[in-house]
């Protein structure tokens, strides 16, 4: 993860000496506040990703001697196709709708029909075709 770092570091010198010259050149304190926030962000990341590296080992492509073969093997579980997600933005969207136009009784609806759909998405892997 130390490439990482010292690429959102590089990104937030770019954002830092953009900045003032932004405001300098174009006056214009909506876009310099932009600049300064995006500064200050990868600022964030570059310190999460510093500090987590010094607390970790190396990764193989972190190590000058690393190999390609070094990262093989299982990387993690992947999650095949999945309509759930669909199911709960739907539901998602009549709890929306609910609370835009004050039906409290779609909203009722849609907390029932997103209950259901988000209990389905967790559980999926608990049934049917990809239970394991």
Known sequence: MKIETYIFGINFAFFALVAPAYWFIAKDPTGTAALIMTALLTLLVTFYLGFHASKMDPRPEDRHEGEIADGAGELGFFPPYSWWPLWVALAAAVIIYGLVF?????????????SIA?????FEYYRGEHAH
């Open 102 to 114: 004050t039906a409290w009784w779609l909203f009722a609806i849609g907390l029932g029909l997103s």
């Open 118 to 122: 988000v209990a389905g998405w967790v």
